[in-house]
């Protein structure tokens, strides 16, 4: 009963926040990742750890404001998913813009490779704009989450334009089908799940298990493969959503090859916007070889 109770209650908060003006959502967001970067806690650990790891020349002082820095957005982006969530056509479009180096209309297959910014959710502008805009519908994985309640609301949500969410365990025939139908697909591989499907590949050089899907379904599909950012605008009004051209001869030669080539397009964007990148996620929870968790040996 109590457990029904706080997840419709947490269904009200979110359609709450997501009727509130976008300046005060933003400055209430704001005010959480102020909070939230001072409290100390598993996830701020997480956080320091994958800032001393990817930038060594940078002193405790320097990780600190570089951390309270992404608390500050991640406090933002996690009140704004109440109207990534649960918002209209016009608030998104209103929150977000898009600008493509590609034809969206063609229904060339395409996968739209995106990297875990702050504002990684606003790619939902893509579905919630695609009727209007003649684009095919936009398909993206998802990860389950332990709480079947909000797992299956969070999908509706998502899917509320046309857009389709596969699971990430789910199966690639369909994923293959939808490239080939010309419609969107939207991979984000920066992130560790495990070493199936992976390689060890390097990420602001530590050797980082990387999954390879992005290679091996464009090997199999012919599908371009575009850069997908969405970050925030420079006076942080909103967010811009970019999609790039097709990178050129890929897939290359091998599907590890590929993957550190990913890598590296993904460590310039982070270097141009440090503190929007998604710090909080163990990136490297899965060290190769005998080599030690790093986040248990600095919360030890």
Request: aromatic share 10%; hydrophobic share 40%.
């Amino acid at each position: 009963m109590l457990k029904t109770f706080s997840n419709h209650a947490g269904v009200a908060l979110l359609k709450l926040l997501s009727l509130l003006p976008y300046k005060l959502l933003v400055s209430i967001g704001y005010g959480l990742g102020y909070f939230a970067a001072r409290i100390p806690g598993d996830r701020n650990q997480v956080v320091k750890t994958n800032l001393h790891l990817c930038f060594p020349k940078l002193n405790t002082v320097e990780i600190d404001i570089l951390s309270k820095q992404h608390w500050r957005l991640l406090g933002r982006s996690i009140v704004e998913k109440s109207i990534i969530w649960l918002g209209s056509r016009k608030q998104l479009s209103d929150m977000i813009e898009v600008k493509s180096a590609v034809d969206l209309t063609s229904k060339k297959p395409r996968i739209l490779v995106n990297m875990h910014f702050t504002g990684i959710e606003g790619s939902i502008i893509l579905s919630a704009l695609a009727k209007q805009q003649h684009w095919p519908r936009t398909s993206g994985f998802f990860q389950r989450m332990k709480n079947p309640f909000f797992n299956k609301k969070i999908i509706e949500w998502r899917n509320r334009f046309g857009g389709n969410s596969i699971d990430r365990q789910g199966n690639s025939k369909e994923i293959i089908r939808e490239i080939r139908n010309g419609d969107f697909i939207i991979i984000a591989p920066d992130i560790d799940l495990g070493i199936k499907d992976s390689e060890f590949v390097p990420f602001f050089g530590i050797e980082t298990s990387t999954i390879t899907a992005v290679s091996r379904l464009a090997k199999i599909t012919g599908a371009d493969v575009c850069l997908m950012t969405t970050t925030l605008k420079p006076d942080e009004s909103g967010y811009l959503c970019e999609i790039g051209k097709p990178l050129e001869d890929f897939p290359g030669l091998d599907p590890k090859t590929d993957t550190a080539r990913l890598n590296r397009y993904f460590e310039k964007e982070i270097l141009l916007r440090p503190a929007e990148y998604y710090w909080v996620h163990k990136r490297f929870k899965n060290p190769p070889g005998e080599e030690a968790n790093p986040y248990k040996r600095s919360l030890s």
